[in-house]
């Protein structure tokens, strides 16, 4: 059972992976929208894996306005390695979308949401752990 992060400010898309990751995946998932609390448990090796939406709108670091985006490279350049996989989880999904999320936030791989292929998800997130 790995120990997944999960950066999420909706609710419902939250109790969505949580529930695909938990019940699917056997994971113990985390929930949270706090970048402190992210880089926090990024640094002291907490997680093997974050699971990171992009557009997050109430996430701050040190009293600053983060996006996904912004808090997956300061995860690479706070920890130890470059810290755990990130998965970039997001409603933007059109064509170039992935490429230019990827290059931006430095994170390993991309799930566009909605989530609705769960095997899709939970064997994306299998191969990053295995990684």
Known sequence: MARILLVEDDPTNARVAER???RMGGHAVTVTEDGDDVLARC???EVDLVVM????????VRG?????????RLIRKHCDGGG?????????????DR???????????YIAKPIVAH?????????????
Do not use: K, Q, Y
């Open 99 to 109: 490429g230019r999320l990827l290059d931006a936030s430095g994170a390993d791989d």
């Open 53 to 60: 939406d992009i557009s997050l709108a109430n996430t701050h």
């Open 20 to 22: 695909v990751l938990s």
């Open 84 to 96: 755990p996989p990130v998965l970039v989880l997001t409603a933007h999904a059109m064509r170039g």
């Open 43 to 45: 640094v002291g090796h």
């Open 64 to 72: 600053d306005p983060v996006d996904g985006a912004r808090l997956t």
């Open 119 to 131: 095997h899709e998800f939970v064997d994306c997130v299998a191969r990053l752990l295995a990684a």
